[in-house]
């Protein structure tokens, strides 16, 4: 049977898990109903490994995620195996749930995820901890991995947050450390092998498949402690357990599965739109930023296969927007005639095209232009910070001169409305480079007052300012780096605040920020050790689920939490690192040398650039994969 059959064969008489008493009483009921145009439906009695894909927040959320999707598919590509999925049940049918003890089920054939093989979660960000707990508690599956036995499901952890999964490894079985595309056959090869055996072993099996690249299995090592708390030493438990787990990477982006008939979702999607993943990694080295290291080398995919994608995702989908997903879109070497094929296929058509993470420029604004509504829409900068020596500081590699020349050409284009984005509590940060975030707001409004003519201003421009509070985090050159308190953040936002209402054209001028609690929790757990997996768990016990959603996030029944467990959060985030402390990630070996770090961490105190991998290669480590930009 081929997998398209599969896909035709839908189970159309599918029994639903949930009473209609029930989903009539829940919000979004279409949530837990699956069947979707281009789910996959097999017969689950006809393969050797079913599989289920969690994403632990809510179905819109879970659904627009890219990742997911192409695990899916090449997952069910596999004759013997069944990918199915699951997401976090909102509030309303988990209280529900665990009343009338409903166990979690999958979305394909609406059985329980307890009675899969395996259970894949991807960790996106750190505030969904405790809806691990939650997927684990209502599927009636031990939290922990050490109570699990043969019959339960094998609980496997991937996503960017395994860079540093030690808050969380208690949870999990297997860690995936890199992209998914790369090690799963090797694992489920294994697996249907030792299942085969009539003394299967759950243990004997997890030290098997130790030896497959990229895996970790927490339980396989063991950490010591010294009196002042940081790491002494963190180790196998057994000899022929690798000291050091390898991140695996696609090297041939063109060769890689993609879905080119994702799942189309019935209640509308955060992104509800076809994506076209059009290179992956990126050229820039900004000091803070974890994407641009742990994506290392950029990766580009060959531009008539991504053209061939845009033509059957949309066949396949009926989607009416397209969108480019890449860190940084403008370093895709063959972005205008992409972009210039994409217009020519589907403006046609009445399709939009969304260009995210754009540079602006001449050739950015042309295509803006031809495929945005200008007068609705605004250009965005990311200067991350607001003077030159703190973009130095974070090698953000861009100077006033690029911003205030793509500002000029946009408003000679027609637009009026700029958005800004910025970090505050960077290291080394000074009252003069936070209040350089308004006074540069206000050098963008006077200038679009000096190249406007009033009879050509559609009305005051806007300047929207935007901070976020700066978040070390592990393989990054800032992983050394100390935190703040909310108040000193809350501080800091205040500076910039006030040094707007300063500023001449003030009235252009808009702000925003953001909480500065859930910033200090997300620093604990970006950093963290397994002494912040008995927090996470005492958290959810007690009714904490759903912290990245404002209305569920309570501080104070996390700094509960912290005192119940004796765990001092301000051990993680108030403390400059010691240069040769060991890190709770040491054990990962994600490619880049700890040495590279260590350079680009003393060459930013000292506000050296550093340049990007196309202009000259800085030696990070990379080169050993062998393949994108470190070859081209
Ligand atoms: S340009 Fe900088 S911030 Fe953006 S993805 Fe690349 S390294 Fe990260
Ligand atoms: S080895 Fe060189 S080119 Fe390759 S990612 Fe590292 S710095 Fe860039």
């Known amino acids: 049977m081929s997998f398209g059959s599969w896909r035709r064969d839908r189970l159309t008489m599918r029994k639903l898990f949930l009473s209609d008493e029930i989903l009539m009483s829940v919000e979004k009921s279409a949530r837990y109903i699956g069947n979707e145009v281009n789910s996959v439906m097999k017969d689950p009695n006809a393969v050797s490994l079913r599989f289920c894909m969690c994403f632990p927040d809510v179905y819109e959320v879970g659904m627009s995620h890219l990742g997911i999707q192409i695990l899916y598919e090449m997952m069910n590509r596999r004759e013997d195996v069944y990918c ?32 899969m093989d395996m259970i894949g979660i991807t960790l996106q960000y750190e505030m969904c901890y405790t809806n691990i707990l939650q997927v684990l508690d209502l599927g009636q599956i031990p939290f922990m991995a050490k109570d699990r036995g043969n019959e339960d499901p094998i609980i496997i952890g991937g996503g960017p947050c395994t860079y540093n999964p030690e808050p969380i490894a208690p949870f999990f079985d297997i860690i995936y450390i890199g992209e998914g595309e790369t090690s799963y056959d090797a694992l489920f090869d294994l697996y249907i092998e030792e299942r085969k055996k009539q ?136 972005l205008f005639e992409l972009v210039n094929f994409l217009i020519d296929e589907c403006c046609k058509d009445g399709v939009n095209i969304s260009l995210p993470s754009l540079r602006i420029d001449a050739f950015s604004l042309d295509v803006m232009s031809k495929v945005q509504d200008i007068k609705k ?52 940060e000074t009252e003069e480079d936070m209040k350089a975030i308004p006074i540069l707001g206000n050098e963008i409004a006077a200038l679009y007052y000096e190249t406007v003519p009033k009879e050509n201003r559609q009305g005051k421009c806007q300047i929207t300012m935007s901070t976020s509070f700066f978040v070390p985090k592990p393989f990054t050159p800032f992983q050394w780096a100390r935190m703040y308190t909310p108040d000193e953040y809350l ?21 925003q920020w953001h909480h500065a609690d859930v910033t200090v929790l997300e620093g604990v757990f ?37 005192d119940a467990c004796g765990v001092d959060m301000d051990f993680y985030t108030m403390r400059e690192r010691d240069i040769d402390e060991i890190f709770p990630w040491d054990y990962i070996d994600v490619g880049i040398t700890k040495e590279f770090f260590k350079r680009e961490w003393l060459r930013s105190k000292e506000g050296q650039i550093t340049k990007n991998c196309k202009d000259a290669c800085n030696g990070c480590g990379c080169m050993t994969y062998n393949c994108g930009i470190c070859i081209r």
Not at 248 to 263: F, K, L, N
Not at 383 to 400: F, H
Not at 495 to 510: C, G, P, Y
Not at 531 to 557: C, P, T
């Open 377 to 428: 829409s605004s250009v965005t900068f990311a200067p991350e910070a607001g003077s030159q020596r703190m973009r130095n500081v974070i090698n953000k590699g861009l100077t006033e001169d690029d911003i205030f020349g793509g500002a000029k050409q946009a408003f000679l284009g027609g637009w009026n409305k700029v958005k800004l984005y910025f970090m505050l509590g960077l290291p080394g």
């Open 199 to 334: 003394d299967y072993d759950r243990m004997t099996f997890l030290c098997k498949a130790s030896q497959i690249p990229g895996l970790y299995m927490p339980a396989l090592y063991e950490v010591t402690y010294k009196d002042d708390g940081t790491i002494e030493s963190f180790g196998p438990i057994y000899e022929d357990v690798p000291k050091k787990v390898v991140r695996q990477v696609v090297t041939d982006m063109d060769s890689s599965p993609y879905p080119t008939a994702p799942i189309v979702p019935f209640v509308q999607a955060i992104q509800d739109r076809a994506v076209l993943e059009i290179q992956r990694g990126c050229i820039r080295g900004c000091r803070f930023c974890q994407a641009g290291m742990i994506y290392r080398p950029n990766r580009e995919r060959s531009l008539d296969v991504l053209k061939g994608y845009a033509k059957e995702i949309l066949a396949s989908t009926g989607h009416d927007e397209i969108s480019l997903s890449s860190l940084s879109s403008s370093d895709y070497t063959q």
């Open 526 to 562: 970006a950093r963290g050790d397994r002494r912040v997996a008995d927090v996470i768990l005492y958290a959810y016990e007690h009714g904490q689920f759903f912290d990245a959603w404002g209305e569920f996030f309570s501080m104070e029944k996390w700094v509960e939490a912290f």
């Open 84 to 115: 199915e999925r699951v997401y976090s049940p909102w509030p309303d049918l988990h209280k529900i749930m665990k009343e009338k003890e409903i166990p979690l089920f999958t979305l394909e054939t609406q059985q329980p995820i307890k009675n």
């Open 491 to 511: 501080h800091r936002a205040k500076v910039v605040n006030d040094t707007m209402k300063e500023q001449l054209n003030h009235k252009s001028l808009r702000y």
